[in-house]
T-cell receptor, first 116, second 109 residues
Framework: DAGITQSPRHKVTETGTPVTLRCHQT?????MYWYRQDPGHGLRLIHYSYGVKDTDKGEVSDGYSVSRSKTEDFLLTLESATSSQTSVYFC???????????????FGPGTRLTVL | GQQLNQSPQSMFIQEGEDVSMNCTSSSIFNTWLWYKQDPGEGPVLLIALYKAGELTSNGRLTAQFGITRKDSFLNISASIPSDVGIYFC?????????FGTGTSLTVIP
């Protein structure tokens, strides 16, 4: 495995509350991504980072913000959670410098978020 | 967003049979990746392809990068019960990854 952890693994929260999900990698990959996975939609990109403090929006970024203050950590924040944000969230990494797997993307174990 | 067309959506096969699935796109990709996802877990990378025409194997799995760079296929030979899961493709344009919607594989013992 590529050394990716996500926390928490499960969370139940109420509508309107802020939520922060954490992704941590130990492989020194340059790029980090947040996806959500929903039935019928597959994996959809929320935000991604191409370096410390460098982030950009993905396909479904509304209602989400991210931060990357260190190479190894990428945080996803739901400022005010809504029921439509109930989903499974996956962190992914790519861009391992000096290796053959630069263009390969590896996924974390996921966080199941339920917004009541 | 861009979508990859993956087929079939689901397959029910007998143990020991071979399996074939494919992905097509309207765009050219630099890299094709194939993943397997088990329930409650993250996708696991099976095979990565980097060059048009490339054919790569990983045990009983074989995948090919299409000559046009717009398609890829994955074959599983002599299926076993633990092959059950959802398989999906991904393509990399150099700027972003795009994913297929998955093929659900059921292996009947």
């Amino acid at each position: 495995d590529a050394g990716i952890t996500q926390s928490p693994r499960h969370k139940v929260t109420e509508t309107g509350t802020p939520v922060t999900l954490r992704c941590h990698q130990t492989e020194n990959h340059r790029y980090m991504y947040w996806y959500r996975q929903d039935p019928g939609h597959g994996l959809r990109l929320i935000h991604y980072s191409y370096g410390v403090k460098d982030t950009d929006k993905g396909e479904v970024s509304d209602g989400y913000s991210v931060s990357r203050s260190k190479t190894e950590d990428f945080l996803l924040t739901l400022e005010s959670a809504t029921s439509s944000q109930t989903s499974v969230y996956f962190c992914a990494i790519s861009g391992r410098t000096g290796g053959e797997s630069y263009n390969e993307q590896f996924f974390g174990p996921g966080t199941r978020l339920t917004v009541l | 967003g861009q979508q990859l067309n993956q087929s079939p959506q689901s397959m029910f096969i007998q143990e020991g049979e071979d399996v074939s699935m494919n992905c097509t796109s309207s765009s050219i990709f630099n890299t094709w990746l194939w993943y397997k996802q088990d329930p409650g877990e993250g996708p696991v990378l099976l095979i990565a392809l980097y060059k048009a025409g490339e054919l790569t194997s990983n045990g009983r799995l074989t995948a090919q990068f299409g000559i046009t760079r717009k398609d890829s296929f994955l074959n599983i030979s002599a299926s076993i019960p633990s092959d059950v899961g959802i398989y999906f493709c991904a393509g990399d344009t150099g700027n972003q990854f795009y994913f297929g919607t998955g093929t659900s594989l059921t292996v009947i013992p």
